[in-house]
């Protein structure tokens, strides 16, 4: 109980310095996201059109899930020295970034084929191209899933990100490796149920976002 005491008081006292980490994570894990929504969106619409492509793509993103997050993190530090950019948020955003193209890819791949063969044949029997089919009929019956994949993908990497500490960073990694290095339990306390809560709050917003854009039809 005093840990806790102790914990609490500890966050009430630095709340402006967490609060800096919190953001700062958010902000790491926005930017990785992001970049993966503008390219994994995308690809799994053209892996639906070059059917051929798809075992290629997704077996390639599921590789790079496998890895372990630490490992990841370690193996973008001497790629990005080469380029001045061993240290800091380039290479935690990238590892993220791999991170998330999963979801996001296979959900938009998963949401394109498993449509209802009818609603394709509508299309192409009022003379609709793919494209034009995709942009009004196909994409907003897939809101739900694919925006799923990027749930996801925020989850994931709010915890994955967390390792981003290691490669200077920052976030609210800072506080679990000050905490281990400094064997201090309240910042690794303080640390970990801040990620956690994190997550499940940032689940809880997109979740209800996904609800506000997802047609009225389907929901």
Do not use: C
């Not at 390639?60 to 790629?79: D, R």
Request: no cysteine; net charge positive.
């Amino acid at each position: 109980m005093d840990t806790i005491n102790d914990t609490f008081l500890y966050v009430i006292h630095n709340l402006p310095f967490i609060l800096g980490l919190t953001a700062q994570h958010l902000r790491l894990v926005g930017i990785a996201v992001a970049l993966a929504v503008v390219i994994g969106v995308p690809l799994g619409i053209v892996i639906v059109r070059f059917k051929w492509l798809a075992g290629v793509v997704l077996s390639l993103a599921t590789i790079v899930l496998t890895i372990p997050a630490i490992a990841l993190f370690g193996l973008m530090i001497p790629l990005f020295s080469m380029i001045g950019q061993g240290i800091g948020a380039v290479p935690a955003i990238t590892a993220a970034f791999l991170y998330s193209l999963l979801p996001i890819v296979r959900n938009t791949h998963t949401a394109l084929t498993q449509l209802d063969a009818g609603v394709r044949e509508a299309g192409r029997g009022i003379g609709l191209t793919f494209w034009q089919r995709l942009k009004w009929v196909e994409l907003p019956l897939a809101v739900p899933l694919v925006f799923g994949g990027i749930r996801t993908a925020v989850v994931l990497n709010i915890g994955v990100m967390a390792i981003a500490a290691i490669v200077g960073a920052g976030g609210l990694g800072t506080l679990i490796l000050h905490g281990i290095s400094q064997s201090d339990i309240r910042k690794l306390i303080a640390g970990a149920v801040i990620v956690s809560v994190l997550a499940v709050v940032m689940d809880q917003v997109l979740l209800r976002l996904q609800r506000v854009l997802t047609p009225k039809g389907i929901r």
